[in-house]
């Protein structure tokens, strides 16, 4: 199977990704994420409100294989969380980059916020073998 990896995101290297939209960033995890996962069964999100820091713990996802954590890749607060997910955790793996998204953050400064961010071409450096 192909993995897709859109241009207009930035990455982490432990698999989120981050999509900005003036002063609010969409987050979710990478496709290559939930492969490497398998079968999602649980997930945990921060509730509205909640203050996160980059690099902070804003969640979980467990597959019948692990658990892992979920990273913020910006710092701000919880605006949306994609509650549809939480009831069917599985959901994620039909449109990750789409309806799967996990959760809306509103930017605390929206000019410093991907710094520690990875393109698209150091993402794909990082998880494809070279050949």
Do not use: C
Request: glycine share 6%; charged share 30%.
């Amino acid at each position: 199977m192909t993995l897709e990896y859109p241009e207009d995101l930035r990455y982490l290297d432990s698999h989120e990704y981050v999509r900005l939209d003036g002063e609010i960033a969409t987050i979710g995890i990478t496709a290559f994420a939930i492969e490497e996962l398998g079968d999602i069964v649980f997930l945990e999100l921060p509730e509205l409100g909640d203050a996160i820091e980059v690099e902070d713990n804003i969640g979980t996802i467990e597959s019948v294989k692990a658990v892992s954590e979920i990273y913020a890749p910006v710092a701000g607060t919880v605006i949306d969380r994609n509650d549809m997910l939480v009831e069917s955790p599985e959901a994620i793996a039909d449109d990750p980059y789409g309806e799967g998204w996990l959760i809306k953050v509103r930017l605390d400064n929206p000019d410093d916020e991907l710094e520690n961010t990875l393109s698209v071409q150091e993402y794909r450096s990082l998880i494809e073998p070279e050949e």
